[in-house]
């Protein structure tokens, strides 16, 4: 049997930064979203639970706006080992946060279905990784987000 | 003593669409925000937990367009009712969604004091409603949004 096995960027954040509410795997009250590199792009998964609801029915725009958030920097941090031809596990470590996003709610999002977060990189610049971030579920996308996110600065972690 | 007694719109929301994470009264696992009209313009307060991190001693992006979403809808709500010129108890209650948000995270949002959520509209036009959000932490403004919101389609609620 062939397999392959993808490992998550944000396992391997540095403990000091790895309490993400969204993200962080030490932060064990948060989503903890895990994204992975496939060929050029990357994917999260995440299942929202009955309580993340909107109106009855469809999953509330704020987690969803929080993956798209979440995936879209570790999309980037993806982006910037890639780039640099390091693995993910090399120093120093490459961390992002979000300087900006759009978001756009194409239709409502059932609630119940496994959320596919795909991402697509549309720009490395210096410090500074652009991405599209898409979520589907049952195969059709509901959202559709703009991250720009750039490495975190030395001050946010002191 | 002078007082002022303001009625935050989530509370007048009928049930059925009160279950929203980020602002439904009925979801006790939720934020359970509250829009204040205020003047022309519109409040809201929240205080984040200890586990809405992003990186130690900052609040989760994700939460903050949380905040931005409801505040948003709920600001919808209010200008609508006015620009009807009908008190928020009035028949048929407007409840709206967001069709697109675009945030700006100006600087790292300080995790511990209360943040004041504030709202202007920009624009009502048919169904759709613009407004402003900034969220601002110890009196520095900290994120801006821009949220644009409609009213909710027949179809969501049936």
Same mark, same amino acid.
């Given at each position: ?27 064990? #009250?948060?989503?903890? &979203? =895990?994204?992975?590199?496939? !060929?050029?792009?990357? @994917? ?57 996003? #759009?978001?756009?709610? &194409? =239709?409502?999002?059932?609630? !119940?279905?496994?959320? @596919?977060?795909?991402?697509k990189v549309k720009e490395i ?34």
């Open positions: 049997m062939n397999t392959i096995i993808l490992e998550a960027i944000q396992d391997f954040y540095p403990d000091d930064v790895s309490h993400c509410y969204g993200c962080g795997k030490l932060n064990d #009250k948060g989503y903890q &979203l =895990k994204s992975y590199a496939v !060929g050029e792009d990357t @994917l999260a998964r995440f299942t929202p639970s009955k309580h993340h609801t909107a109106i009855p029915g469809f999953v509330y725009g704020g987690l969803l706006a929080s993956l798209i958030d979440c995936h879209g920097t570790g999309t980037a941090a993806i982006a910037a080992y890639k780039n640099e031809g390091r693995d993910f596990a090399s120093d120093p470590p490459l961390r992002f946060v979000t300087a900006s996003m #759009k978001i756009d709610y &194409l =239709k409502p999002t059932p609630l !119940g279905p496994e959320l @596919l977060i795909n991402g610049k210096g410090r500074k990784v652009v991405s599209e971030i898409t979520i589907s579920a049952d195969g059709v996308v509901t959202v559709r987000g703009e991250v720009v996110a750039v490495q975190m600065p030395e001050s946010m972690t002191k």
